[in-house]
């Protein structure tokens, strides 16, 4: 595997000069941010350094058992740091109220793999060939010869495996699986994190997911599958915002389906999307760039302002053209 001596020598000199390090993701966290922001903040700790793990959002339900000393706070501002380094966070908006706290440093350093990366640091380490920030900082452990202790290899494992989609997405590299062994071999405990992450889901989720098979429509040939979530679907369901991970996987898993759609109400005026593509020639991160968001090839999305209608007709409206191209 080839790795980038010069990016982490420089990135390991950083953190052997700072003192105080503020390690920082990206908001509504998933499992591979939560899982390199924590996995890294406890690997800086054990080498001695003074570490604030913060995010602007709190960790969803399912990703709690990952946290047990309540180490991922909300940021506070008028603090410093010689370092802030920001994991899995593909614009420096994207930290949300984060970024507002950050001000106060020597250095920011941006380790990710988004391929649409805005490279916001003085140092940004982007490999848009791994599918997941957890194997950035398995590797920068590795480099370091820092212990993976089985805390810190719970926590790589959990972002390794939700980013590749438990090791089924396209995007998974013979490299992921050596990883993954790595981690279980270091003491990751398989049956707890595949239980808490994948087979256990509140009442709530199931609620959303009647909601979702109720409520899903098709287009365009039956190729275009998508839904809305409104405020007032989730506080029917009893369900958290974050409880809405995942839930497109589900449309997405329709036979014909290439491109999944999620409209999720912000505001009334403000819509989040989230798309998921199944054909490699059908680039979803390019469809919502035209929105003024990112991410990657399969998976993307954007905050779109506007009226609810107005804003599906574009975005379908968009996706049916890149299907089109595709063809």
């Known amino acids: 595997m080839k790795s980038h001596p010069q990016i982490l020598d420089r990135i390991l000199d950083a953190i052997r000069e700072a003192k105080t390090i503020c390690v920082v993701g990206h908001i509504r966290p998933d499992g ?89 640091g003085d140092v940004n380490w982007i490999s848009p060939r791994e599918p997941s920030t957890g194997e950035l900082i398995h590797r920068l452990l590795k480099t370091a010869r820092w212990p993976i202790t089985p805390p810190i290899a719970d926590l790589l494992f959990t972002a390794v495996s939700t980013d590749t989609g438990s090791f089924q997405y396209p995007n998974t590299r013979p490299g992921s699986f050596h990883v993954g062994a790595d981690l279980v071999t270091r003491g990751a405990n398989l049956a707890k994190i595949c239980d808490e992450v994948y087979q256990s889901f509140p009442l709530s989720r199931a609620r959303l997911l009647k909601h979702v098979y109720s409520k899903f429509k098709l287009t365009h040939n039956d190729r275009i599958a998508y839904f809305w979530l409104k405020k007032a679907d989730l506080t029917r369901t009893g369900a958290e915002s974050n409880d809405t991970e995942g839930l497109i996987d589900h449309i997405r898993a329709i036979e014909p389906v290439i491109v999944a759609c999620v409209f999720e109400e912000v505001e009334p005026e403000l819509t989040r999307i989230s798309l998921r593509s199944k054909n490699k020639d059908v680039n979803v991160s390019e469809i919502c760039e035209q929105f003024g968001g990112g991410g990657h090839t399969a998976a993307a999305g954007a905050r779109i302002p506007g009226r609810p209608m107005s804003i599906q007709r574009r975005v379908v409206a968009a996706i049916k053209k890149a299907i089109n191209k595709a063809k």
């Open 32 to 120: 591979d941010c939560i899982g390199s922001q924590l996995g890294l903040a406890l690997a800086l700790r054990a080498e001695g350094k003074k570490v604030v793990c913060w995010n602007q959002d709190s960790i969803p339900a399912k990703y709690r058992f990952l946290d047990p000393g309540h180490d991922f706070e909300k940021p506070r501002s008028g603090e410093k740091f010689d370092l802030v380094i920001a994991t899995d966070c593909a614009s420096f908006e994207r930290l949300g109220k984060t970024a507002e706290c950050i001000g106060k440093r020597k250095q920011l350093i941006n380790i990710d793999h988004h391929e649409s990366n805005t490279r916001y």
